[in-house]
Nanobody, 119 residues
Framework: QVQLVESGGGLVQPGGSLRLSCAASGSIFYFNAMDWYRQAPGKQREWVASISIDSSTNYADAVKGRFTISRDNAKNTIYLQMKSLKPEDTAVYYC?????????????WGQGAQVTVSS
């Protein structure tokens, strides 16, 4: 069973930086793409950034230029480097992985990591 484990969340002041990690229980080459999502209190979960198996990346407009998604294949881990954090970035951040199969897909989620941006 595939497991994704996030780490690196915490409390940071506005303008600060934080790096989240998502470690997979097996090779991340198993997945077609991996993403970060976030869910703020009272809001729906929203997509933040994605990285594909060929390391191409995409970002939500709200984080473009401030967040960077990356992967370390040797460590079976993806990262989300967050800079210039704002209070509105406060949320639980979830790691997600997608594996495509003929006619279907498998989705995997981590347990979430709390990020709080506050002075």
């Amino acid at each position: 069973q595939v497991q994704l484990v996030e780490s690196g969340g915490g409390l940071v002041q506005p303008g600060g930086s934080l790096r989240l990690s998502c470690a997979a229980s097996g090779s991340i080459f198993y997945f077609n793409a991996m993403d970060w999502y976030r869910q703020a209190p009272g809001k729906q979960r929203e997509w933040v950034a994605s990285i594909s198996i060929d390391s191409s990346t995409n970002y939500a407009d709200a984080v473009k230029g401030r967040f960077t998604i990356s992967r370390d294949n040797a460590k079976n881990t993806i990262y989300l480097q967050m800079k210039s954090l704002k209070p509105e970035d406060t949320a639980v951040y979830y790691c997600h992985a997608l594996r495509l199969r003929p006619g279907s897909e498998d989705n995997y989620w981590g347990q979430g990591a709390q990020v709080t941006v506050s002075s």
